[in-house]
């Protein structure tokens, strides 16, 4: 059995920074993407960046310049890190992990972001 375990969510003031963590651990044989979702209150689940085995990023126009993502494959950990944060970045985070050797990608149980004004 495979578990995502999702960190570092919690309140800060806006300007301020935050580094999210999700370990995968687990009967988990190839990890090829890693990426960070965000669903705030009343919209959809959004991509906020995502990171290929290969080290390819890619990130959502809104977050450009202030977040960060990247990898460490020896300890199949993905990290966010979270800069110039702004009261619009408050939402739940979700690592979203991708295997060759499942169909449907894995899913962290979300870690809440608060961004205060």
């Known amino acids: 059995q495979v578990q995502l375990v999702e960190s570092g969510g919690g309140l800060v003031q806006a300007g301020g920074s935050l580094r999210l963590s999700c370990a995968a651990s687990g009967s988990i044989f190839s990890i090829s993407a890693m990426g960070w979702y965000r669903q705030a209150p009343g919209n959809q689940r959004e991509l906020v960046a995502r990171?290929?085995?290969?080290?390819?990023?890619n990130y959502a126009d809104s977050v450009k310049g202030r977040f960060t993502i990247s990898r460490d494959n020896a300890k199949n950990t993905v990290y966010l890190q979270m800069n110039s944060l702004k009261p619009e970045d408050t939402a739940v985070y979700y690592c979203?992990?991708?295997?060759?050797?499942?169909?449907?990608?894995?899913w962290g149980q979300g870690t809440q972001v608060t961004v205060s004004s």
């Open positions: 990171i290929t085995s290969g080290g390819r990023t």
């Open positions: 979203n992990v991708e295997s060759p050797f499942r169909s449907q990608p894995l």
